[in-house]
């Protein structure tokens, strides 16, 4: 069976009906029946069960389907790759950023990747790593950079840990909690806490020290825009939860400053180059990888050589 059958197929599976997958792979719904007839007849097996408002894939369906999708997969990767290679080109990139790598790095580095490359285009999905994973399995980004910590373990996600990213809280210059003065984390949770979605082991932590379940640990702002919390920060008494870099202009102006918090561990976002396995990055995003502030050393030496880095173990903290 050719492979735009297995196409076919695939595509039926995913809209689970013949009306949206003829869309999607450009054929009449008739050709695409028909399609789904021979492949049947051909393998000998019935795919899928016909219902009024429903198409869904039978026992034998979901066991083909599974293939059929690997295979599909594979073949556009190879012609994918056989593009980059004849053309000698790097090409466009898409990518995406988890929030805090959003405020902390991207716009330099969209800035420098602009100068080097004035003609590649480049397109940027800032979002919380639960939507950056969906879009990196829908193949519309090549990698994503954010926190890796609640990430799923699934072999088809590739994990290259950067360097920890250190943060701490941060108040207005005007806000009531002291200066200098260290607080507990109870008097500082008392004002509300700002920041992006805590991951489930930093959860479990701050529950423990504040002698509550983690279940019912709830941030005062929870948002995926950093710059969102800053102002928040900056116009009430809110308590911003925030890497160091984040605010290091603020800092700086002192119109944002540091807590000191008794009996806290120190804080840091753990992030992750996260790339599909098996999926062979184009020119670009490795370029793009290995111009991240953070990057590894081998990282930047492959960049310098022209080499794609061996894949690091991934990290896990409790």
């Known amino acids: 069976m050719d492979l735009r059958r297995w196409a076919h197929v695939v595509a039926v599976a995913d809209c689970r009906s013949f009306v949206r997958a003829s869309e999607q792979v450009h054929l009449s719904q008739p ?3 028909r399609s789904i007839q021979a492949a049947e007849s051909e393998l000998g097996l019935r795919l899928f069960d016909r219902r009024a408002n429903d198409v869904a894939p039978t ?30 080109r790097l090409g466009d990139v ?19 990747i602009r100068c080097e490359h004035p003609a590649i285009a ?19 980004l090549e990698f994503f950079v ?39 984390l109870q008097q500082l949770w008392a004002h509300g806490v700002a920041s992006v979605r805590i991951p489930a082991v930093v959860r479990a932590a701050l529950a423990r020290l504040l002698g509550v379940d983690a279940a019912s640990l709830s941030l005062a702002l929870e948002c995926d ?3 969102v919390l800053k102002s928040a920060a900056l116009a009430c008494d809110l308590v911003l939860a925030a890497p160091h870099r984040a605010v290091a202009t603020e ?19 753990l992030p992750g ?16 990888i290995a111009m991240l502030p953070s990057a590894p050393a081998a990282t930047k030496r492959a960049r310098s050589r022209g080499r794609a880095p061996r894949e690091r173990p991934r990290k896990t903290r409790g």
């Open 146 to 184: 954010a926190d890796t910590r609640d990430l799923p373990a699934d072999p088809l996600l590739q994990i290259v840990p950067l360097p920890p990213e250190p943060g701490g809280f941060y108040v207005r210059a005007a806000h009531p909690l002291p200066e200098r003065k260290p607080v507990s």
């Open 31 to 33: 050709a695409l029946t």
């Open 94 to 112: 898409a990518f995406g950023v988890g929030p805090f790598p959003a405020a902390t790095f991207l716009a330099p580095l969209l800035a420098a």
């Open 225 to 227: 825009d950093v710059e």
């Open 122 to 140: 480049v397109r940027v999905e800032i979002a919380n790593w639960q939507l950056l994973v969906e879009r990196l399995r829908q193949e519309d």
């Open 59 to 88: 026992p034998a369906g979901e066991f083909v389907v599974a293939r059929a999708r690997q295979l599909v997969f594979d073949s556009r990767c190879v012609e994918r790759d056989v593009d980059l290679y004849r053309d000698r």
């Open 251 to 269: 800092a700086a102006a002192r119109t944002l400053r540091a807590l000191a918090v008794a009996d806290l561990p120190p804080l840091a976002s």
């Open 273 to 288: 180059v996260v790339t599909l396995r098996g999926r062979t990055p184009s020119p670009m995003a490795e370029h793009v």
